[in-house]
């Protein structure tokens, strides 16, 4: 029987999964603030074109809003987390 990954080391609920978990959670942030970054990004180009165009942009600036107060929420969530001290293993 071969071991993979995941069975290796102690049992389910030992220090080692734990530790595995957190940094898990941490890259999942991560991936969640980038995501969160990059629409921030193009409702802010929409926003500005919007603006320069004389066209409506009050929906796109809310949108704008809201995503940015996510992703400062997600920020500061992720602080409160270790850093990341592994790459994950798929």
């Given at each position: 029987?071969?071991?993979?990954?995941?069975?290796?080391?102690?049992?389910?609920?030992?220090p080692?999964?734990e530790?595995h978990?957190?940094v898990?959670s941490?890259e999942?942030f991560?991936l969640?603030?980038?995501?969160?970054?990059?629409?921030?990004l193009v409702?802010?180009?929409?926003?500005?074109?919007a603006?320069?165009?004389?066209?409506?942009a009050?929906g796109?600036?809310?949108?704008?809003?809201?995503?940015?107060?996510?992703l400062?929420?997600?920020?500061?969530?992720?602080?409160?987390?270790?850093?990341r001290?592994?790459?994950r293993?798929?």
């Amino acid at each position: 029987m071969t071991q993979t990954p995941d069975s290796a080391g102690p049992s389910i609920g030992g220090p080692a999964k734990e530790q595995h978990s957190r940094v898990k959670s941490a890259e999942d942030f991560d991936l969640v603030i980038g995501f969160l970054g990059f629409w921030a990004l193009v409702l802010l180009v929409i926003t500005v074109a919007a603006e320069l165009t004389a066209q409506p942009a009050l929906g796109w600036a809310l949108g704008l809003l809201a995503v940015l107060l996510a992703l400062w929420g997600m920020l500061r969530l992720r602080r409160r987390l270790p850093a990341r001290t592994s790459r994950r293993i798929t």
